[in-house]
């Protein structure tokens, strides 16, 4: 079982820079896929950021691809997400989720996701 737990979230302005951070316990996620979800209110949790297990392949979503960065350390057990010139529709929680494997299912379903943590609530004013 991993448990997985984000921190970092706040309040910032529109243009501010943010950098979540998620922990896994329990196991180390080294061969797991990681991802970074997030879910504004009254709307479906939304894909944000992936990652391969050695960090070789990174997937972002296009409304943050160029502004967000996602990134791990399997030697810390550790996985960040660096959000640069963020904007008021960045808001929502955010979440962090481990996946056993990516092969044959879509890096940006939630479904392919088998843990995921209990989010960190992230507030961009304008």
């Known amino acids: 079982q991993i448990q997985l737990v984000e921190s970092g979230g706040g309040l910032v302005q529109a243009g501010d820079s943010l950098t979540l951070s998620c922990a896994p316990s329990?196991?180390?996620?080294?061969?797991?896929?990681m991802g970074w979800f997030r879910q504004a209110p009254g709307k479906e949790r939304e894909f944000v950021a992936a990652?391969?297990?050695?960090?070789?392949?990174?997937f972002y979503a296009p409304s943050v691809k160029d502004r967000f960065a996602i990134s791990r350390d399997n030697a810390k057990n550790m996985l960040w997400l660096q959000m640069n010139s963020l904007k008021p529709e960045d808001t929502a929680v955010y979440y962090c989720?481990?996946?056993?494997?990516?092969?044959?299912?879509?890096?940006?379903?939630?479904?392919?996701?088998?843990?995921w943590g209990q989010g960190t609530q992230v507030t961009v004013s304008s």
């Open positions: 990652i391969s297990p050695i960090a070789a392949i990174r």
């Open positions: 989720a481990a996946a056993a494997t990516f092969r044959g299912k879509l890096y940006s379903d939630y479904e392919t996701y088998d843990y």
């Open positions: 329990g196991r180390t996620v080294s061969g797991y896929s």
